[in-house]
C-alpha cells in the first residue's frame, strides 16, 4: 500500500471472543501496517478516539515504527470548537507520517 489510513476501535471482540484492547494492541497493528508498505509509501494516519494518553504518546509510537523511512511524524488533536463561546471539545488523537 501506498497510503494507509487506520481508524481502530478502542475496544472490540472478534468472532471468537479475541479481545481488542486500543492501547494494548496498538503497537503490534502499527507494525503490521509498516509491514505491508509498498517500498516507496507516501503516508500513514492513525485516528485513536479513546483519549487515555496524551498526543505525544501516539506520536512516539508512530515515530517508533516508521524510524529509517525518512519523513516526518505530525501529532496532534482533533477538535470541535463551539461558535458562540469558542470553547473547545477534543474528539480525538492523530498522528501521520508522512513521506518528504
Known amino acids: 500500500y501506498d497510503i494507509i489510513l487506520f481508524d481502530p476501535p ?7 471472543g479475541e479481545v481488542w484492547q486500543l492501547f494494548e494492541d496498538l503497537p503490534d497493528l ?10 516507496k509509501p ?10 487515555r494518553a496524551s498526543f505525544f504518546a501516539i506520536h512516539a509510537l508512530m ?3 516508521f524510524a529509517g523511512m525518512g ?15 469558542g470553547r473547545a471539545l477534543s474528539t ?9
Not at 10 to 16: Q, T, V
Not at 30 to 39: E, F, G, V
Open 10 to 16: 478502542a475496544y472490540g471482540r472478534g468472532p471468537k
Open 30 to 39: 502499527t507494525d503490521l501496517c509498516r509491514a505491508i508498505l509498498t517500498p
Open 42 to 51: 507516501l503516508a500513514v494516519v492513525l485516528t485513536a478516539y479513546s483519549i
Open 63 to 65: 515515530r517508533d515504527t
Open 71 to 85: 519523513g516526518k511524524i505530525e501529532s496532534g488533536e482533533l477538535i470541535i470548537r463551539e461558535k458562540s463561546a
Open 92 to 100: 480525538s488523537l492523530f498522528s501521520r507520517w508522512v513521506a518528504e
